[in-house]
């Protein structure tokens, strides 16, 4: 069938996954894959080859409309449910909104319903009637972390994930986050309180949005765009509509293109914008919660994060928007105007993904990926980096010496032509010590050790040991040979 949905090997693993989790007489499962790697190609692919009807549940008319699209752009014939109007009977794709199926029956020939962004809080009465009809669920999110607002624990049977962040940029569906991460500057924080969100608890708004509309705010921001970004396709996040607009009109007073978008503009004022910034009349689009989910514009390349959260699910649905491929960028840029990297850490410093409730973490126990500031332009980048991507700037390698006997004979380590081969080391730690040195002399991304130590579980906890890794990330990474 032409326009068939195409599936990478992750992706069809997911779906087996899925499959045997329904076999095994679960009804409601989890799909937990990156932004950017393909969920709706997933759940489409699904929809196709299900027996019975489907119904596409999302949050907004927008997304809506977007995965409409989408699903006929496979070839299938998806029915738009609005406030009026079913469709023939026994349509076998159709697609709704959260906020239509609140006010109105279902139709009652629909067997399985697939929610995206199922990690947002207002689906629970969607899921409460699905557990009353019996129907099978398919949840999609990046995401997916239990909280007291969305209840997936409650819900949800299982969950099945695809690849790490990590090796997904490593594969190169990704692109590299590096970071701009000011220690000074920032508001001041204390006595904020919290509020209920569709992330879970965030920081209010209001007390919030009081502490960062200050002039001196706004300038210390704008100051650091140019300094780490100037020129890149940029999307702003900001913490309220006024505090948007505010941060756009600021940009335009220091001769910065940007426009501002939010909830209450119109379909064709955001496409008519949309298609304006990504020509480059705008530099800088700011928004107030618009694009946090469903939004894949390729081309940007910095994402300012102009706000503090509480969330580790909205930091990184936030970061995200810049993660996706896109010709010449090798990475991307976010400054982080929040705190936010140093308590959430960056897209590979992942949760482990579970429909248990996440612990509490103790004070100080970020569990952020080591980084090193450069000292010439302060971007935060991975350890392993020996040049700059932001600035150029190069560290300077260090000799490895080994000492011997009572002359005191000194041994320089020869620099390594091509990466280590296994077979040629009898001793794991030595083989996994070249493979890191390598790495270091071509200046290689530390993911691209994981990959060469792929499918030896000893050289990998070695490897964790050698890089301070906790027990957890051990396991994954064993969990994924």
């Given at each position: 069938m032409a326009g068939v949905p195409q599936l990478r090997a992750y992706q069809s693993d997911a779906v087996d996954g899925i499959r045997g989790a329904y076999k095994e007489g679960k009804k409601r499962v989890v799909l937990r894959s990156e932004v950017g790697t393909g969920k709706t190609v997933m759940f489409s692919y699904m929809a196709w080859q299900a027996k019975v009807p489907v119904m596409?549940?999302?949050?907004?008319?927008?997304?809506?409309?977007?995965?409409?699209?989408?699903?006929?752009?496979?070839?299938?014939?998806?029915?738009?449910?609005?406030?009026?109007?079913?469709?023939?009977?026994?349509?076998?794709?159709?697609?709704a909104s959260v906020d239509t199926l609140r006010h109105r029956e279902w139709p009652d020939w629909v067997k399985m319903i697939v929610i995206d962004e199922c990690h947002l809080a207002n689906f629970t009465k969607v899921l409460d009637i699905a557990v009353e009809k019996g129907i099978w669920v398919l949840g999609a999110s990046a995401t997916p972390i239990p909280n007291k607002s969305n209840r997936l624990h409650e819900y949800y049977q299982k969950m099945?994930?695809?690849?790490?962040?990590?090796?997904?940029?490593?594969?190169?569906?990704?692109?590299?986050?590096?970071?701009?991460?000011?220690?000074?500057?920032?508001?001041?924080?204390?006595?904020?309180?919290?509020?209920?969100?569709?992330?879970?608890?965030?920081?209010?708004?209001?007390?919030?949005?009081?502490?960062?509309n200050k002039p001196k705010v706004y300038?210390?921001?704008?100051?650091?765009?140019?300094?780490?970004c100037r020129g890149m396709r940029t999307v702003c996040f900001c913490i309220s509509v006024e505090h948007s607009k505010n941060t756009a009109e600021n940009f335009r007073r220091h001769g910065i293109s940007a426009i501002h978008l939010d909830a209450s503009s119109s379909d064709s004022e955001r496409d008519d914008v949309q298609k304006r910034f990504e020509a480059?009349?705008?530099?800088?689009?700011?928004?107030?919660?618009?694009?946090?989910?469903?939004?894949n514009v390729k081309s940007i390349q910095c994402v300012i994060v102009n706000r503090a959260t509480a969330s580790y699910e909205l930091w990184r649905q936030m970061i995200g928007r810049g993660s996706r491929p896109w010709p010449?960028?090798?990475?991307?840029?976010?400054?982080?105007?929040?705190?936010?990297?140093?308590?959430?850490?960056?897209?590979?410093?992942?949760?482990?993904w579970s429909l248990d409730q996440p612990k509490k973490k103790k004070k100080g126990d970020l569990g952020v990926s080591p980084r090193k500031e450069c000292p010439k332009c302060e971007a935060l980048v991975p350890t392993t980096t020996m040049?700059?991507?932001?600035?150029?700037?190069?560290?300077?390698?260090?000799?490895?010496?080994?000492?011997?006997?009572?002359?005191?004979?000194?041994?320089?380590?020869?620099?390594?032509t091509t990466w280590p081969l296994r077979h040629e080391y009898g001793d794991v730690a030595e083989f996994?010590?070249?493979?890191?040195?390598?790495?270091?002399?071509?200046?290689?991304?530390?993911?691209?050790?994981?990959?060469?130590?792929?499918?030896?579980?000893?050289?990998?906890?070695?490897y964790g040991q050698i890089k301070g890794y906790k027990q957890g990330w051990q396991k994954h990474q064993k969990a994924l040979t």
């Open positions: 596409v549940i999302c949050n907004r008319k927008k997304l809506v409309d977007q995965a409409y699209e989408e699903l006929k752009g496979f070839g299938l014939k998806p029915y738009k449910l609005m406030q009026t109007g079913l469709p023939p009977k026994d349509w076998k794709l159709i697609v099945i994930c695809t690849l790490s962040t990590q090796q997904h940029i490593l594969d190169g569906d990704l692109v590299l986050d590096c970071y701009y991460a000011p220690k000074a500057g920032l508001p001041d924080l204390t006595g904020i309180g919290m509020h209920k969100t569709a992330y879970g608890n965030d920081y209010n708004e209001k007390m919030l949005f009081a502490a960062y300038d210390d921001m704008i100051e650091n765009w140019p300094k780490m480059g009349e705008y530099q800088v689009l700011c928004n107030c919660a618009i694009f946090t989910f469903g939004w010449g960028k090798d990475v991307f840029w976010v400054i982080d105007q929040g705190g936010n990297y140093r308590k959430h850490g960056g897209l590979i410093d992942e949760v482990e040049i700059c991507p932001k600035c150029g700037h190069k560290w300077p390698e260090k000799e490895e010496k080994l000492i011997k006997g009572a002359e005191f004979e000194v041994v320089v380590a020869k620099p390594l996994v010590r070249d493979c890191i040195r390598y790495a270091k002399q071509k200046s290689y991304h530390s993911n691209s050790i994981l990959h060469q130590i792929k499918g030896d579980s000893r050289a990998i906890e070695l």
